[in-house]
């Protein structure tokens, strides 16, 4: 049986969850779908996004807010690759070192005129990720149970 404080722990571990399951289908959707090839800097995000999908999974069922231990670097360090994605999109001429399967600004599949990219997409799901993450750290700080701040 779980406490009434464990209710918006879930919720936020939930959300956290769908926000990354979300993303790691759409990525398996581009290459496996789409047959669009993912460059270096795709993978470096896959690889951060998709254990996000099974840690906030099994947090949300066992309603371990402390996870947010394992949540944010990963998803920190992967808003820092798409923030850094997303740069190499917009301007074209820095996208030299950017390789595997073409440069970054080589595959640009636009959704919404062009405003959503790829990268673009990515760095919304981390930036979500975190923000929930972050949620997670002020929960535990106002219940008593840890930090009120990561860095703490």
Excluded: K, N
Excluded at 35 to 54: A, S
Excluded at 60 to 66: F, I, K, Q, T, W
Excluded at 78 to 89: C, E, K, N
Excluded at 96 to 105: D, K, L, R, Y
């Amino acid at each position: 049986m779980t406490d009434a404080r464990s209710a918006p722990e879930r919720d936020l571990l939930a959300a956290l969850t769908l926000v990354a399951s979300v993303a790691t289908a759409g990525s398996l959707y581009f290459s496996l779908g789409l047959g669009l090839v993912p460059c270096e800097l795709c993978w470096y995000q896959r690889i951060l996004m998709y254990p996000l999908v099974v840690v906030g999974g099994v947090a949300a069922v066992e309603a371990r807010p402390g996870a947010w231990r394992t949540v944010l670097p990963l998803s920190l360090g992967g808003l820092a690759v798409a923030a850094y994605h997303v740069y190499l999109q917009v301007t074209p001429a820095a996208a030299g070192s950017c390789s595997i399967g073409g440069g970054c600004a080589a595959v640009q599949y636009p959704m919404l005129g062009g405003l959503l990219t790829i990268p673009r997409l990515s760095l919304l799901a981390f930036l979500l990720v975190s923000l929930l993450a972050l949620g997670l750290v002020r929960l535990e700080g106002e219940s008593g149970g840890g930090p009120t701040s990561p860095w703490q």
